[in-house]
């Protein structure tokens, strides 16, 4: 990336499940607006992936199609870097610095870690309990100033915050402090099934979630399936109709039309109705999206990848020489 005076934008989506239509509208389609007004980085983040047991066949698949996931959705490998994670060898080094900078007592507040443990705590692998200074390793490397990231994630990048600010004070000013990027109003896309849980590839089963590589046809029954609310009439009401606005908002967002219009054309038509449209939509915009996915080949996204590589690591390379040079660690080199 040529130094272009914009600010840097850092994000990664793990290889690690079948991104759904939760992670398109939430973070993907987003992200490509971005590439607009920032220097973006997007990462396939596959040393956080391997923090629960992973098939190395399948951890390698992903790898490549969340490459072509980018792709699909409109990131542009000539303005935006993309790089897989472990090709980039400092994320890890620097990692293990900020391990010496973190405190027990911070990664015992993060919840996402209890959530993912629960009652398995002694058994979980200690990369998932230290996954946060591996994220924040990514972060702080590019001397990122914005993080666009789901709800789930900003404790995660309150502590890189921490991290590097206490890292800065006890040797010298090394990292950007980075700011969050929460995500627009209304990208929140919650499980088919049950409205009160975010879609999610984990979380639930296949009929919450609507996954970028379903067929049009499954998506059309897991649409025509979803709960809807009581009543009949098509309104936005979060608190009153969460399902309904939820559905809503998928059927904004892909048919790039504001949710009053959708009122207005649905005054007086029932839910099934509406149902049947939006199934419309959403088969539309998936065969669109399966075009353009099936569009790359591996060897394509191979090469892509080393690309971003080659990107990526000087940046990389400068920070760390700086966070060892503060740490008293090859200064005289
Ligand atoms: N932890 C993020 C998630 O699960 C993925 C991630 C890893 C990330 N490193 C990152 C996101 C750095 C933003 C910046 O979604």
């Known amino acids: 990336m040529v130094n272009t005076g914009k600010k840097t934008i850092f994000s990664g989506v ?17 992200w490509v607006e971005l590439q607009d007004q920032y220097d973006c980085i997007f990462c396939v983040v596959d040393y956080h992936a391997i923090t629960v047991k992973q098939d190395p066949a399948d951890l390698n698949r992903r790898t490549l199609e969340i490459v072509k996931h980018y792709l699909a959705s409109g990131i542009n490998p000539e303005r935006s870097i993309i790089f897989q994670q472990s090709d980039v060898t400092e994320h890890t080094e620097l990692a293990w610095i900020l391990n010496c900078v973190a405190r027990m007592s911070d990664l015992n507040k993060m919840t996402q870690f209890k959530d993912k443990a629960g009652e398995n705590q002694e058994n979980v692998s200690v990369g998932l309990f230290d996954y946060p200074a591996l994220m924040a390793s990514d972060i702080l490397l590019y001397q990122t100033d914005a993080v666009p990231v789901g709800d789930d994630q900003v404790q995660h990048v309150e502590l890189t915050r921490t991290l590097a600010r206490r890292f800065n004070q006890q040797f010298s000013e090394v990292f950007k402090i980075p700011e969050v990027v929460i995500r627009k109003e209304g990208a929140r896309i919650m499980a088919l099934d049950d409205p009160a849980k975010k879609m999610s590839k984990s979380g639930q089963g296949a009929a919450g979630y609507i996954a970028l590589a379903d067929t049009p046809e499954e998506a059309e029954k897991k649409i025509m399936r979803a709960v809807t609310d009581s009543g009949d009439s098509v309104i936005y009401d979060k608190e009153q109709k969460p399902a309904l606005a939820n559905l809503l908002t998928i059927y904004s967002l892909l048919d790039h039309t504001p949710i009053k ?73």
């Open 14 to 30: 793990k290889p690690s499940g079948d991104l759904h239509l939760g992670n398109y509208l939430g973070a993907l389609s987003q």
């Open 261 to 333: 219009d959708l009122e207005a054309s649905y005054r007086g038509k029932g839910y099934a109705e509406f149902k049947h449209d939006l199934a419309g939509v959403v088969k539309k915009f998936l065969a669109g999206y399966h075009l353009k996915f099936n569009c790359f080949r591996d060897e394509d996204v191979k090469e892509i990848l080393k690309q971003g590589m080659a990107k990526a690591q000087p940046l990389a390379r400068e920070t760390i020489a700086k966070a060892k040079r503060a740490i008293g660690i090859n200064i005289n080199r």
